[in-house]
């Protein structure tokens, strides 16, 4: 499969200067060679002071030093003067954001970030757009907030640059396994209200409900997508476990392949990765945790616990590389979401039924992360902080996709398909199901389909990408024994749709066999596959 474009940017404060404020940005992944770029940014003062008034409005851990806000004189956001300026929490979201964005994409960066942008359009997939800081004093700040400008939207909540955090000096990936479906081990451990000491049925039976509760999100939110049929849904099995002890999850992780752990519970920040209460008496570091869920192959954690994407702070400052996200990334596990802040009860579990729901029509995780995101703005407002909250880190090495197909294709299809086939080939074509007409007959074994006027099918409208599928013949018979026949592989953005026993399919990214009589939809263009000389299917 082929992965979406990425630019991986890296900031760090400049050493070998005397200005503290003296920092780096430059580009240490990008889709072409003429992409990679540097330049040094001071970190401006009308930044630092929107941001401790953004804190202030914001953060549940009061500041000190934090400016007079009245002081804080934000742009007007509105042209006409009749309107009504908007609320100031509302502005200084978005203040921040154009801020943060200005002093990042600044000259080259800026014209890496358009190049590449360009060549995902181009390809018609979303850009992954990957920021690693290096310095821990800026993983508090809510980079995913920044946008380009006013009634632009936040870089966390776009589909087509799909926004995450990473980390250096990692340890490589494990090979991932094909998986079709969610397998989620949910972790009940201590809840913020509870203390160690206080801890009685009462509060067993709450962190039952609790738990029962979040595994409903994910039931009902894998269930929200059989509304949709142009979707094939991944099944989705969940297991409970309330207070575990250290080697009773371990039991667990070991007995069974899961490929998410979701944890709920008490989190405080440590230099190991901060710990986990799992009980009142067990807790686990992050770096314990990380050996345990690289071994069983955990590819998503999630945290809804306080400040797993914040370093512990030692006199005053943070400890580099020490979040349970990076600490975890560190040591190989794929994908790690967890909160920047503490977050409501409701706000969490709107978010993950809708996660869920994203995650079981096989959305990559990232962008799964921003329709979700997205969900949370619309409940709860732009200007309220929930949707800033989820913060998401991925392995530099990992493409994001958690869960691939169920119909798994047949041999890769070589750069060049007319170097497999032969002179004989079976005379096929397309007919359209919703309009009268001939159809359009494959030539020479070959038809490319999409919105480009280079394509043998030109087809254009909506979720069609400009090279969106191929459809070509293959004689297999030098591979020794393989079923000579047609294929189609899907190039496009949103996939191709198949119809299979009365439901409709989605072929992404992959290569699929083909029967006369086979229907398919590209975009909204509804055709069937025809092969002379073969009775049709239905």
Not at 398 to 420: A, C, I, K, Q, V
Request: proline fraction near 7%.
């Amino acid at each position: 499969m082929p992965e979406n474009p990425c630019l991986r940017l890296a900031i760090d404060r400049l050493n070998a200067t005397t200005a503290a404020d003296h920092f780096a940005i430059w580009v240490i992944q990008a889709p072409h060679p003429s992409g990679y770029a540097h330049h040094d940014q001071n970190y401006p003062e009308h930044l630092i002071e929107a941001w401790r008034a953004w804190q202030s409005f914001f953060s549940s851990k009061p500041i000190a030093n934090a400016p007079v806000l009245p002081s804080l004189t934000l742009p007007d956001s509105t042209d006409s003067e009749d309107s009504s300026p908007s609320p100031y929490t509302s502005r200084l979201m978005q203040y921040l954001g154009i801020l943060l964005w200005r002093w990042v994409f600044d000259g080259s960066i800026q014209n890496s970030l358009d190049q590449s942008r360009g060549i995902a359009l181009g390809q018609g997939t979303p850009l992954r757009l990957r920021l690693e800081l290096r310095d821990p004093n800026l993983i508090a700040i809510p980079w995913e907030i920044m946008q380009h400008g006013p009634g632009q939207r936040a870089v966390g909540l776009s589909q087509q640059v799909l926004f995450s955090r990473t980390t250096y000096e990692v340890d490589p990936l494990a090979i991932q396994q094909e998986e079709t479906g969610l397998k989620v081990l949910l972790v009940q451990g201590i809840n913020t209200n509870q203390s160690e000491l206080d801890f009685g049925g009462e509060k067993n039976l709450d962190l039952e409900r609790e738990a029962e509760a979040i595994a409903q999100a994910f039931s009902t939110g894998s269930d929200m997508s059989l509304r949709n049929t142009w979707q094939e849904i991944a099944h989705c099995e969940i297991d409970i476990l309330i207070q575990p002890t250290p080697s009773e999850l371990t039991a667990y992780l070991e007995s069974k392949h899961y490929n998410v752990l979701f944890y709920s519970g008490h989190g405080m920040p440590g230099p190991d990765g901060g710990m986990l209460y799992l009980r009142p008496e067990a807790t686990l570091n992050g770096t314990e945790l990380a050996q345990l869920l690289t071994r069983c192959r955990i590819k998503l954690a999630v945290f809804n616990a306080c400040w797993g994407a914040q370093p512990d702070m030692r006199d005053g400052y943070p400890i580099p590389r020490s979040s349970l996200s990076e600490v975890l990334i560190h040591h190989g596990v794929p994908a790690v979401l967890a909160m920047r802040d503490t977050i409501a009860d409701h706000e969490a579990l709107s978010f993950i039924q809708v996660f869920a729901r994203s995650l079981s029509e096989r959305l990559p995780i990232d962008e799964a992360v921003a329709v979700s995101r997205q969900h949370l703005l619309t409940l709860y407002r732009f200007n309220q902080p929930a949707w800033t909250l989820p913060v998401l880190y991925m392995h530099p090495e990992f493409d994001g996709e958690l869960l691939r197909s169920p119909l798994e294709g047949t041999t890769e299809m070589p750069e060049s398909p007319s170097n497999w086939v032969e002179p004989n080939i079976p005379a096929a074509s397309l007919r359209p199901l919703e309009t009268s007409g001939s159809g359009w007959p494959i030539q020479g074994g070959r038809m490319r389909i999409g919105g480009l006027d280079t394509n043998d099918l030109v087809l254009r409208g909506a979720g069609v990408s400009r090279q969106h599928a191929e459809i070509f013949y293959r004689d297999c018979a030098i591979e020794g024994g393989m079923k000579s026949g047609y294929f189609l592989r899907d190039f496009s953005r949103y996939g191709t749709l198949m119809l299979m026993d009365n439901r409709w399919y989605r072929i992404h990214r992959q290569e699929i066999p083909l029967q006369s009589g086979t229907r398919l939809c590209f975009g909204t263009h509804r055709v069937e596959f025809l092969v002379d000389g073969t009775d049709r299917v239905g």
